[in-house]
């Protein structure tokens, strides 16, 4: 077993920490409080080749492993969760899922694009009536020559108002269940596609999300990503590699906390000593880290199995359950040292207390993630 990083990972850490210290972290409460996703940001990224970290070169991407992947999404996350969501998106639940299941064509066509920050990508599988389940999905497509024909309404994506392309998943056999679903490539300019943003939402403010409406939506049959009826098991790979960054993208929260914390505790006087000094304030300061580290370290063990091509749906399931509940746990004791102050959003804190709450929400509930985990353990599954 090998804790350090590799030289090429350090060098991938340290120019991500650079970037979002000096361009992300500077306009992040601007952002946030705007509710306007920084493009220009986004498109910074890609130039520096991190909206494709894990992407062969081929197709435009870094090529970098997925311990890479999971440094890129901390960095991100320990300074902007919204930032870090559309890199999670981009990244893990687009190209990803692009690059496992999609066919040399597929991914020239459209992973290039997505790499480059050219175009942006979302993955619309959550339902109005069909979250936790997804097989009970409603949205059909059904074969009409050389064109699927979609209908049906998806909520709650990530991306659905700017993005250009989206994986999105329709019934073509709706009496079979998990095993009648389809994923199908979008493109937002085809016909009977179109989408409607949420707005008032109690965090990740400065990420676009919206719904997604298919309406008689014609899509070439060549657009389907993998193969007909074959979608459920395409989403549930999709949702490693997403649980993958969300969990990193809480570390990154976490450390975030710790790192703001510390420089506020030192500073702080009351009863005439840095609060720094009080054992209370120290417990909650050596919690925080001890949480933060045992969930990096739950991500890297995801991260080790990923990049060799090993099962690790069970360990990216307890990394993303443990370390989206111990983001929640790290931000309630930062804006617990900022006392009042925390409560207030012209403090960092405030932010990332927020935007930690969607974490255990979700790619997956906590209690699903329980779910999941408690089926490898005891072999029987709670849900069909
Ligand atoms: C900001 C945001 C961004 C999102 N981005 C995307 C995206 O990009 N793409 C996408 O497809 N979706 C996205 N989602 C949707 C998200 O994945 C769902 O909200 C999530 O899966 C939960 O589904 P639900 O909201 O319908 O809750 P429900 O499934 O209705 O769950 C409600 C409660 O019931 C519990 N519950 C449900 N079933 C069980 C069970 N069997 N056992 C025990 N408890 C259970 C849940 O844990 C939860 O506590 C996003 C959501 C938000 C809020």
Redesign the pocket.
């Known amino acids: 077993m090998d804790f350090d990083l590799t030289e090429e990972q350090k060098m991938i850490q340290d120019t991500i920490r650079k970037f979002a210290t000096e361009e992300i972290a500077p306009v992040a409460s601007e952002n946030d409080k705007k509710a306007q996703f920084p493009r220009d940001i986004f498109l910074k990224l890609a130039e520096l080749g991190f909206m494709g970290t894990p992407i062969p070169e081929e197709y435009g991407g870094a090529g970098f492993d997925f311990i890479s992947h999971a440094i890129v999404a901390e960095e991100i996350g320990r300074v902007d969760s919204s930032l870090r ?1 559309t890199y999670s ?1 981009q990244v893990s ?1 687009v190209e990803l899922p692009l690059n496992k299941y999609g066919n040399e064509e597929q991914k020239k066509k459209y992973l290039t694009k997505l790499t480059s920050g050219e175009w942006i990508g ?5 339902e109005p009536n ?4 997804p097989a009970g999905m409603i949205a059909t497509a059904k074969q009409d020559g050389d064109f699927y024909i979609l209908n049906g309404q ?1 909520t ?4 659905a108002g700017i993005a250009d392309v989206a994986i999105v998943y329709a019934k073509t056999d709706p009496g079979a269940g998990a095993k009648g679903i389809t994923a199908f490539i979008v493109e937002k300019d085809f016909e009977g596609f179109s989408t409607r943003d949420l707005h008032d ?1 109690l965090g ?1 403010r400065a ?1 676009n ?1 919206g719904e997604i409406f298919l309406e008689d939506c014609k899509v070439p049959k060549e657009n389907i990503l993998g193969e007909v009826n074959k979608g459920f098991k395409i989403a549930l790979g999709t949702l490693d590699f997403g649980r993958y960054t969300v969990a990193a993208g809480c570390v990154g929260l976490a450390q975030g906390c710790v790192d703001i914390c510390k420089a506020y505790a030192k500073e702080r006087i009351q009863f005439d000593k840095p609060i720094a000094s009080f054992q209370l304030v120290q417990q909650m300061i050596a919690d925080m880290v001890v949480e933060c580290e045992a969930g990096r370290l739950l991500v890297y063990r995801a991260g080790h199995l990923k990049n060799k091509g090993l099962p690790n749906t069970r360990e990216t399931s307890i990394a993303k359950y443990y370390c989206s509940e111990m983001a929640n746990r790290v931000a309630y004791k930062a804006i617990q040292i900022h006392g009042g102050y925390g409560f207030s959003g012209e403090y960092d804190v405030e932010r990332f207390y927020r935007d930690a709450r ?1 974490n255990t ?8 993630q329980q ?1 999941i985990i408690g089926a490898f353990e005891l072999g029987i599954r ?2 069909t």
Do not use: R
């Open positions: 969501g998106v639940l979302c993955f619309g599988l959550t069909a979250g936790s389940d998806k709650w994506i990530t991306n939402k990740l990420s999300t969607i929400l979700y790619e997956g509930t906590s209690q699903i779910l709670a849900f």
